[in-house]
């Protein structure tokens, strides 16, 4: 059964950095493309970040380039998203999601919650 | 970059059908696909349609999708509401850069 469960977030205060974590099993994690999906309180979905299998390619939205990488380890079947310089319009709760190799998302976790606010 | 515009809310009885519009600002729906997500509430989404008009396993042949090139939209099509498709419902796309675009969504409200 493929499992994704996103760890890390947490209350934050603006300027500040925390560093998400997404531990996926059940499957080849070394083997897809995974992404940051955001959805901010009562709003609708944003993509944040995605990482190619192996490392080779990132990209990220305009909303977060310079301050968010995307990161991860195969070894580990773990994702990362450490985000720096946090804003209070970084307040969501981050999905982590897997992709197919069709590149549309097929599993995607629970979330886990970023609260940037003093 | 683009977005993709889509109704803020639609509503019909069930049994009936109903067509969720998702309209691209610039480009073209000609080079990249389109999907849709379902997210119920408290749930984290699923994917009802991939690459325009295909549906994952599990999904039932109630939901497809289409692409209008005229328009420059695409478009999910549920037939036959059940009061289980009562969700919010997201299309996708990808912009030249490969980054990911999703729509703002569509309250879809079965009474």
């Known amino acids: 059964e493929v499992q994704l469960v996103e760890s890390g977030g947490g209350l934050v205060q603006p300027g500040r950095s925390l560093r998400l974590s997404c531990a996926a099993s059940g499957f080849t994690f070394g083997g897809y493309a995974m992404h940051w999906v955001r959805q901010a309180p009562g709003k609708g979905l944003e993509w944040v970040s995605g990482i190619s299998w192996n490392t080779g390619s990132t990209g990220y939205a305009d909303s977060v380039k310079g301050r968010f990488t995307i990161s991860r380890d195969n070894a580990k079947n773990s994702l990362y998203l450490q985000m720096n310089s946090l804003r209070a319009e970084d307040t969501a709760l981050y999905y982590c999601?897997?992709?197919?190799?069709?590149?549309?998302?097929?599993?995607w976790g629970q979330g886990t919650l970023v609260t940037v606010s003093s | 970059n683009f977005l993709l515009t889509q109704p803020h809310s639609v509503s019909e009885s069930p049994g009936k059908t109903v067509t969720i519009s998702c309209t691209r600002s610039s480009g073209s729906f000609a080079y990249t696909y389109v999907q849709w997500y379902q997210q119920r509430p408290g749930s984290s989404p699923t994917t009802v349609i991939y690459?325009?008009?295909?549906?994952p396993s599990g999904v039932p042949d109630r939901f497809s999708g289409s692409i209008d090139s005229s328009s420059n939209s695409a478009s999910l099509t549920i037939s036959g509401l059940k009061t289980e498709d009562e969700a919010d419902y997201y299309c996708q796309s990808y912009d030249s850069s490969n980054r990911w675009v999703f729509g703002g969504g569509t309250k879809l409200t079965v009474l």
């Open positions: 999601a897997k992709t197919t190799r069709q590149n549309y998302f097929d599993y």
């Open positions: 690459e325009n008009n295909l549906r």
